[in-house]
């Protein structure tokens, strides 16, 4: 029920409108108007994720407003299977800031989850303060970092993906459905749609494709010889040293933005300094039992 103190003249209420053409403009302006970010490149790899419900105040002019979306992002935390939602694209554009439609959108939504029985969910924000009233906590990142491991160049090197050319996106999109977590200490299980999108949102993300794995691999070298692996896509994960043969570069530190366990390979923990947090509503734990994090490509 919409609060009294919710100041909505002149709006209009929505939800589940992804359907409509000109409204999912709307919501690709917001946010590219609030966070400079451009989701558009996401309807021809395939749309939002299918579980997405956006919520949404419009003005009469057609005009996004206020917009928080949620969405299904199963986890693995701790070895565990998380039924998770996740909350993105929550922004209120300048004139209509101050009215309390961010704090109603966010009931909307958080009873949303309730009523399909989500048991947790998850979001980022650069201003934790406006969440852990709804009893979200903030839970801190660690990357992992270290020497490279001992390789040799392999017998078929990956091969470079462009996720903009169907044949590339197609064997992506396959990859994507039947993978396994990246790790049993923090990954998504699923969460497609979030991660061809990242492809497009950061130019620096290149992917490679193993062809012996049947594993996409991405990644980024902005230095000679400092190799940052973002995530592993595949039906089992390679060895973190398998995977800089196949790449065939030639690499002396390492940076893993996810938790290693399935690597082969340990390197040390190493706080992650971010300006956004990741939070959590959850009954259960609210701490990891090893140091972790999600890895970039899941960024919602």
Request: glycine fraction near 8%; charge should be negative; include cysteine.
């Amino acid at each position: 029920m919409t609060s009294k103190s919710i100041d909505y003249s002149g709006l209009t209420f929505r939800r589940d409108y992804f359907g409509d053409r000109k409204a999912w403009q709307a919501l690709v302006d917001l946010l590219k108007d609030t966070f400079g970010i451009d989701i558009g490149p996401l309807q021809q790899m395939g749309g939002p994720d299918p579980s997405s419900m956006p919520f949404c105040w419009f003005a009469s002019d057609g005009q996004l407003a206020a917009n928080l979306s949620a969405f299904a992002m199963p986890l693995v935390i701790d070895g565990r299977t998380v039924n998770a939602a996740a909350f993105q694209s929550g922004a209120v554009r300048p004139p209509w800031r101050g009215r309390g439609l961010c704090r109603d959108l966010t009931h909307k939504a958080l009873a949303w989850c309730e009523e399909k029985g989500f048991e947790a969910v998850v979001l980022y924000t650069d201003k934790p303060g406006l969440y852990e009233p709804y009893g979200f906590c903030a839970l801190p990142f660690h990357c992992h970092v270290g020497k490279a491991p001992v390789s040799s160049k392999a017998e078929l090197p990956a091969r470079r993906l462009n996720p903009l050319e169907p044949a590339d996106l197609k064997l992506l999109r396959a990859a994507l459905k039947t993978r396994v977590p990246v790790s049993d200490v923090l990954a998504v299980r699923e969460s497609a749609a979030m991660f061809l999108i990242n492809t497009q949102l950061d130019p620096g993300v290149m992917l490679s494709w193993l062809e012996r794995e049947q594993t996409a691999v991405a990644w980024k070298m902005e230095t000679p010889g400092h190799l940052t692996l973002l995530d592993v896509v595949g039906p089992e994960i390679p060895s973190l040293a398998s995977i800089i043969g196949a790449l065939d570069i030639d690499v002396t530190t390492v940076d893993v933005l996810f938790s290693p366990d399935k690597l082969g390979w340990s390197g040390q923990a190493k706080p992650v300094d971010s300006h956004t947090h990741f939070m959590i509503r959850s009954a259960g734990a609210t701490a990891f039992a090893h140091p972790a994090m999600l890895s970039p490509m899941a960024d919602f």
